[in-house]
């Protein structure tokens, strides 16, 4: 990741995602000062989330219909699989598809249904990993806090050489930086990308290089620990380095908070997949093997990369699960008492119209593919008859021209004595 923090993520479709989420949390913020008086990013994380999953419920409870339907309508789609098992005649293809499609129909959902609530989740995940490793790109009420910090700096005299010594010894990796340059505005997210990323080991090796800033430094470290963290753990960190840092530090206490992360994220994981509702009746021993193997490896990859993100998308993973546990609860309690037969009934309906309107749609193919047909053949032979014509054109004018003597005049002779003999 060779690019400046500072810099938002400009891709075509998470750079925009990005941004949006990112206003969205600086307005949460902001409302969280000035009113509340609190000013944390881990509680604007979590609110952050509530809205997100109350946007997205509309999306979750028709995925959760859908789940429902789909398990009620298996009996008629086995049938339909059995009827057409050993079939694979193109007939019967088409047939086993206008069974199924009709039966989709009938229960009024989709075949790819399920797959709608995935595709708003995941650029929303990928988006907001952007903004939590680069929370003073798109949160600009956290990069106001380093403003007189890094104006004092710029006005230091050889800060090129001592941020470029704080850097080294940070160990900072993924992180771009040039303190050589004469952009003045570049130079700032250049210093705001270092200090954002520094350890109180770090902070330390500041107050040695700018003794004169104490007290800017001292402000914007205590800003930070009061915003930037989650108790003792750095949200735009990944528990993996913290882990490495707490235990190269001997500070065992990191150390278990960080792992906390990606544990909390696998068990919220867990409830979640056990409180949403399966049925395996009616499925192939593989279906049901494979929904089994994903209930246990979906919690697997949660575990496996909080170790790897920011700690902040841990936050978000965690407090979505938690979220969605209460939806899934009270949606199992809505779902366990609307009378699903009166919703197939309707969708029956709904049903018919749409087959009603396949059918005229299908007629009026064949009708222009007939009138197609028809209009090509008797272009054809139009087109014969003119060429046909224009042939014996053609002839006639070669025999009126044709020099005495030559075969063609004496073609010409014998036509002359058969249309007189023939008379």
Known sequence: ?????????????????????????????????????????ALTIFI??????????????????????????????????????DKRDQ?????????????????????TGSCGYMLIQMPILFALYRVFYNVPAYISSVKNIFSDLVAGIIATDGAADKMQTIFENANLTGVNVDFTTTDTSKLSDYIIDVLYKLSTSGWEAVSNSFPNLTDSIDYVVAKLEKINYLFVLNISDTPLNIIKTGWGAKDFLLVICA????????????????????????????????????????????????????VGLGLYWIAGALVRVVQQYFLNRHFEKIDLDSIIEKNKEKAAAKAEK???????????????TKSSSLSSKANLVKDNEDALKNAEELRSKAVKGSLASKANLVKEFNEKNNK
Do not use: C
């Open 91 to 111: 007939a019967s293809m088409m047939a086993q598809q206008n069974e199924t499609q009709a039966l989709y129909d009938k229960y009024g959902i989709s075949p």
């Open 358 to 372: 396949r059918g005229i749609r299908q007629a009026q193919i064949y009708e222009a593919a007939s009138m197609n």
């Open 48 to 85: 952050f989330t509530f809205f997100i999953y109350i946007l997205l419920f509309p999306v979750t409870y028709k995925t959760q219909k859908f789940s429902i339907l789909t398990r009620k309508m298996q009996p008629e789609m086995k049938a339909i699989q059995d009827k057409y098992k």
């Open 1 to 41: 990741m060779n690019a400046l923090f500072l810099t938002a993520y400009d891709g075509a479709i998470l750079g925009p995602i990005a941004k949006i989420l990112g206003w969205f949390m600086d307005r949460i913020y902001i409302i969280l000062s000035s009113v509340f008086h609190v000013e944390n990013i």
């Open 259 to 310: 792992i906390l992360i990606p544990v909390f994220a696998y068990l919220s994981q867990l409830v979640n997949i056990k409180l949403t509702p399966t049925n395996t009746d009616n499925q192939s021993d593989q279906m049901a093997q494979q929904m089994k193997t994903m209930n246990v490896m979906m919690p697997l990859m949660s575990l496996f990369f909080a170790f790897s993100v920011p």
